[in-house]
């Protein structure tokens, strides 16, 4: 499984892919947690004990979004994702297929895929927001 290590030899892998890795094995675990948390409050029949658990499911809920923001503003291809898909109101399969389409009108041609080595360029898709004039 992913979360038990690394899938390729430690000394053949960059800094920022360990870090990357952490940051998501950290996510999993945390996203875990919060399942666990709900599922254990919604069992219980003890009303302070419940309260405790979802207070604790919350506090791991706070440690994931931390992390997805930590992994927003440091790998471009989960900023633009995150761009496209998170606090935007409206369908979120149609968001896909206007940001592709927004991305061929930029470029005059279908998107190509970004390579791990354009990370430093900051590649976008255009706003998902209705601009006001």
């Known amino acids: 499984m992913a979360h038990e290590g690394l899938h ?3 000394r053949d892998l960059s800094k920022k892919t360990l ?4 940051a998501l094995v950290s996510l999993q675990e945390e996203l875990e947690a919060v399942d666990w948390y709900r599922q254990r409050a919604e069992a219980c029949g003890d009303a302070q004990l419940k309260s405790v658990l979802l207070h604790n499911m919350r506090d791991e809920i706070e440690h994931a979004a931390m992390l997805i923001e930590w992994l927003r503003r440091s790998d471009n291809d989960f900023e633009g994702q995150l761009n496209t898909f998170v606090f935007n109101n409206g369908d979120i399969v149609e968001a896909e297929a206007k940001a592709e389409a927004e991305a061929e009108a930029e470029t005059g041609a279908e998107a190509a895929e970004p390579s791990p080595d354009d990370d430093d360029k ?6 998902l927001k209705e601009q006001s004039t």
Do not use: C, S
């Open 8 to 10: 390729e030899e430690e």
């Open 19 to 22: 870090d990357m890795h952490r």
């Open 122 to 127: 900051r590649p976008t898709i255009g706003t």
